[in-house]
């Protein structure tokens, strides 16, 4: 959340060790969401309510100005129950000491729902009669679902007797999220803001299930709660995700100072549990992102904060380069283990594109069948990240061009499977496809590289696919880059900028 001129980040954290346990909320707090303070442990499992963890939950802003945090406790039962948090001091602006509500927990799992799977509870918003909703995720007859609660003061709380959406394809729903979205234009709303004026709006429903994050569009009616979604979670064709890599349990929050709505997402580790404890930790979260509606009001479009820009230093650039079919050019001049890379691709005749089949409709399959090695005819192409001498070690994140009757399909991929000669490390491909047509627009692709993490962002943000990779070789200055076509077919380099990132504060 944004406070009295403070970005402040809590996290689920493990005070004792780098392996999960001792649930308690870590507290950090920033001025440019770039650079970090960590503060001392916001909520710690001392409760009868919270003795077996202080779990996720959200944070909501009140009329007053003061900020309250509704948690998931697990209790002495083992019983997962609601609680709230308020500061000891609103007017410390760093939130150092927070207290817990002394009539928790206020609420306690309904008597159908399962005590082990309720949790979660959301950001609060306030409806068109002055009353709070939030939503809790859960199970309902073996369905994922989200259940609604309102109230008058943020304290006391009641179940709503309006249906809110179940899905018969998941089981059970984690982290649901629900605030609106505007047309035309990149300004976020506060998760309160049901319509403006002259703009059209939605709202997004968001659960983790499966490993991944999920979304749905809908309209949402503040008289009677009711919620109309376009279409339930994955069965769209496209399966509408967050992010098609590894990315879960995220969280947004409505940025008022610069009128955005800000994104973060827990991205766990793909190696071992001796390799956590070896080094120390384990986990880590994505660069904060805007995250807004977009032009064809289908889907959600994500890119890193512009903050972020503030770490860029050397650079290289240029435009207008031909790459040839089975060809490949190093990117030199920046440090490659820790860059910030933008590239656009120009492709034509495509008449020529491969044909793909209509009934194919999972990306992440068609990745692993024709992965970076496996060559086509427009693509695959892209770059090839943390890429070790003679390429023993490297990680692609490449386009491929699909024809299917008279249209075109642009599929993604992140290939890891050769990023790291280490033993018992978790390497799948990850795959999505790009909602623009290549003859009308260009194919552009944003990584950001950190050694051990590689986000990518496809079309502008269309399709974002986070990777984790743990080189051997392909570290430091022994790190390198490239842009690759194994295609047969030439293409052009519109235009390559890449920079060196400087290492963020983090005290």
């Given at each position: 959340?944004?406070?009295?001129?403070?970005?402040?980040?809590?996290?689920?954290?493990?005070p004792y060790g780098p392996l999960w346990g001792n649930m308690s909320w870590g507290h950090a707090i920033s001025h440019d969401l770039i650079n970090w303070v960590h503060l001392d442990i916001a909520l710690v499992p001392n409760e009868h309510y919270d003795i077996n963890g202080c779990f996720s939950g959200s944070a909501t802003i009140l009329p007053n100005g003061e900020p309250a945090?509704?948690?998931?406790?697990?209790?002495?039962?083992?019983?997962?129950?609601?609680?709230?948090?308020?500061?000891?001091?609103?007017?410390?602006?760093?939130?150092?000491?927070?207290?817990?509500?002394?009539?928790?927990?206020?609420?306690?799992?309904?008597?159908?729902?399962?005590?082990?799977?309720?949790?979660?509870?959301?950001?609060?918003?306030?409806g068109a009669d002055g009353e709070w909703r939030v939503v809790?995720?859960?199970?309902?007859?073996?369905?994922?679902?989200?259940?609604?609660?309102?109230?008058?003061?943020?304290?006391?709380?009641?179940?709503?007797?309006?249906?809110?959406?179940?899905?018969?394809?998941?089981?059970?729903?984690?982290?649901?999220?629900f605030y609106p979205v505007i047309s035309n234009g990149k300004s976020g709303l506060d998760t309160s803001v049901i319509s403006v004026q002259g703009k059209d709006t939605k709202h997004?429903?968001?659960?983790?299930?499966?490993?991944?994050?999920?979304?749905?569009?809908?309209?949402?009616?503040?008289?009677?709660?009711?919620?109309?979604?376009?279409?339930?979670?994955?069965?769209?064709?496209?399966?509408?995700?967050?992010?098609?890599?590894?990315?879960?349990?995220?969280?947004?929050?409505?940025?008022?100072?610069?009128?955005?709505?800000?994104?973060?997402?827990?991205?766990?580790?793909?190696?071992?549990?001796?390799?956590?404890?070896e080094k120390g930790w384990s986990g880590l979260q994505t660069i904060p992102r805007s995250i807004w509606l977009s032009k064809n009001e289908d889907q959600l479009v994500q890119w890193p904060v512009k903050e972020l820009e503030k770490l860029r230093?050397?650079?290289?650039?240029?435009?207008?380069?031909?790459?040839?079919?089975?060809?490949?050019?190093?990117?030199?001049?920046?440090?490659?283990?820790?860059?910030?890379?933008?590239?656009?691709?120009?492709?034509?005749?495509?008449?020529?594109?491969?044909?793909?089949?209509?009934?194919?409709?999972?990306?992440q399959i068609l990745c692993t069948q024709k992965n970076a090695t496996t060559d086509g005819k427009f693509g695959p192409f892209g770059l090839?990240?943390?890429?070790?001498?003679?390429?023993?070690?490297?990680?692609?994140?490449?386009?491929?061009?699909?024809?299917?009757?008279?249209?075109?399909?642009?599929?993604?991929?992140?290939?890891?499977?050769?990023?790291?000669?280490?033993?018992?490390?978790?390497?799948p491909i990850y795959g999505a496809f790009l909602a623009l047509d290549p003859r009308y627009a260009k194919i552009s692709l944003r990584t950001l590289i950190d050694h051990s993490i590689v986000e990518s962002f496809g079309g502008e943000g269309l399709a974002c696919i986070t990777?984790?990779?743990?080189?051997?070789?392909?570290?430091g200055e022994q790190a390198h880059l490239y842009a690759f076509n194994n295609g047969t077919k030439s293409l052009s380099i519109s235009s390559l900028s890449a920079w060196s990132m400087k290492k963020a504060q983090i005290v």
């Open positions: 959340m944004y406070y009295k001129g403070v970005y402040h980040f809590f996290y689920q954290h493990n945090i509704l948690y998931t406790g697990v209790d002495a039962k083992l019983h997962q129950v609601q609680n709230l948090a308020f500061p000891k001091n609103i007017s410390d602006p760093l939130l150092k000491e927070w207290v817990k509500w002394p009539l928790n927990p206020i609420l306690s799992p309904p008597d159908e729902i399962d005590p082990s799977f309720y949790r979660d509870p959301s950001t609060g918003w306030m809790i995720g859960t199970r309902i007859d073996h369905q994922g679902a989200a259940i609604l609660y309102k109230s008058k003061d943020f304290r006391s709380w009641n179940r709503s007797l309006s249906p809110f959406p179940l899905s018969n394809i998941t089981t059970f729903w984690e982290c649901p999220e997004v429903l968001k659960a983790s299930f499966n490993d991944q994050d999920y979304y749905i569009l809908g309209k949402y009616d503040p008289e009677s709660d009711c919620y109309d979604v376009d279409a339930d979670f994955m069965k769209s064709k496209e399966w509408l995700r967050y992010d098609y890599g590894k990315f879960y349990a995220s969280k947004s929050f409505y940025d008022g100072e610069k009128k955005r709505r800000i994104l973060w997402s827990w991205v766990s580790e793909s190696d071992t549990a001796p390799d956590a404890i230093t050397r650079k290289v650039h240029f435009k207008n380069k031909r790459l040839k079919g089975r060809s490949m050019i190093e990117i030199s001049g920046i440090t490659a283990s820790q860059a910030d890379v933008e590239i656009t691709f120009r492709v034509s005749n495509l008449k020529h594109a491969e044909v793909l089949s209509a009934e194919v409709v999972d990306p090839l990240v943390l890429a070790s001498k003679y390429l023993t070690e490297h990680t692609a994140v490449f386009f491929r061009v699909f024809r299917i009757a008279n249209s075109f399909r642009v599929l993604m991929c992140a290939d890891p499977s050769r990023s790291s000669l280490k033993p018992f490390i978790d390497k990777s984790r990779v743990y080189p051997v070789l392909a570290v």
